[in-house]
């Protein structure tokens, strides 16, 4: 079950604005088997026919249309390894990073609580959530909350 999970970031989230609707690109990357493609296909469906990896949904949050580009990477790190590297590759951005609890329905065989879930993402700096792809919990909430820590790093900016 899972290690503390895989954790989502959107580097260079915003890849365009038009006619009312906004790209956002959201990696998953996570330790090989935690869920990443089956939360992925829960939200998206099936992914693009030339790239395995990657899936893509267009739906409202908060009455803004929003198209999310899911890139899938597949990491042999562990959660709090891959949050190093992403603060060493990404030192000048404010990229939104939330770290994932998938298989929150094993609830026998948890690994991890929800308490030191949400411990790892205070030292890891970023947001928490636990999900299950496979009763489809919180599985829209993570990426409607991936939109909106872009959205509020963007209208911050505009201020
Ligand atoms: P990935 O390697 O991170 O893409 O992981 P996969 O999406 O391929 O999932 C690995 C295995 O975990 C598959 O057998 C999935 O059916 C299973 N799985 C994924 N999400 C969940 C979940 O929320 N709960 C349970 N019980 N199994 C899950
Ligand atoms: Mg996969």
Redesign the pocket.
């Known amino acids: 079950y899972y290690r503390c999970s895989?954790s989502s970031d959107s580097s260079d989230s915003v890849i365009s604005s038009e006619s009312g609707n906004t790209y956002y690109r959201v990696v998953l990357i996570?330790?090989?088997?935690?869920?990443?493609?089956?939360?992925a296909s829960i939200f998206a469906g099936v992914p693009d026919s030339l790239d395995k990896n990657t899936y893509e949904r267009t739906l409202m949050v908060d009455g803004e249309s929003a198209t999310l580009i899911l890139i899938?990477i597949?990491s042999f790190e562990k959660a709090s390894e891959l949050r190093i590297q992403l603060r060493r590759a990404r030192q000048t951005e404010d990229i939104p990073i939330i770290l994932v609890g998938?298989?929150?329905?094993?609830v026998r065989c948890r690994e991890v609580s929800i308490s030191e879930g949400r411990a790892c993402a205070v030292v890891f700096d970023c947001k928490f959530i636990e999900?299950?792809?496979?009763?489809q919990h919180n599985v829209k909430e993570l990426f409607e909350g991936i939109v909106r820590q872009v959205r509020l790093r963007r209208d911050s900016k505009e201020k």
């Open positions: 895989w996570g330790e090989h088997g935690v869920g990443k493609s089956t939360l899938d597949a998938n298989k929150s329905d094993l999900t299950s792809a496979a009763v």
